[in-house]
């Protein structure tokens, strides 16, 4: 019923930048969080950033400053800005948007992305 898709990682040197984009498609009436999270080899999957439908933010302690998190609402879509990478941001980073389908209009329930892999290089 829901599709997050992400795109935009890939690999980059350390201090280097990416943008990634996570488009949610599908029977939506309504997005109200949506956020990003990561997984590195061998570790649990972490908070990087949230974003509230109203534009409210709350970034994990590591990345603040260095990682942006935005949305565009009439394209359901988020993204996160990410600035002096270091080697341990390397992880696949999931997408993930609280929806409301068409179905069912007041009931919110987590949808994730497949992942897409940021690699930063020493």
């Known amino acids: 019923q829901v599709q997050l898709v992400e795109s935009g990682g890939g690999l980059v040197q350390a201090g280097g930048s990416l943008r990634l984009s996570c488009a949610a498609s599908?029977?939506?009436?309504?997005?109200?969080?949506m956020g990003w999270y990561r997984q590195a080899p061998g570790k649990q999957r972490e908070l990087v950033a949230v974003?509230?439908?109203?534009?409210?933010?709350n970034y994990a302690t590591s990345m603040k400053g260095r990682f942006t998190i935005s949305r565009d609402n009439a394209k359901n879509t988020v993204y996160l800005e990410m600035n002096s990478l270091k080697p341990e941001d390397t992880a696949v980073y999931y997408c993930?948007?609280?929806?409301?389908?068409?179905?069912?209009?007041?009931?919110?329930?987590?949808?994730w992305g497949q992942g897409t892999q940021v690699t930063v290089s020493s």
């Open positions: 599908g029977s939506i009436f309504s997005i109200n969080a």
């Open positions: 993930n948007a609280n929806v409301a389908t068409m179905h069912h209009t007041s009931l919110f329930r987590a949808y």
């Open positions: 974003i509230t439908s109203g534009g409210i933010t």
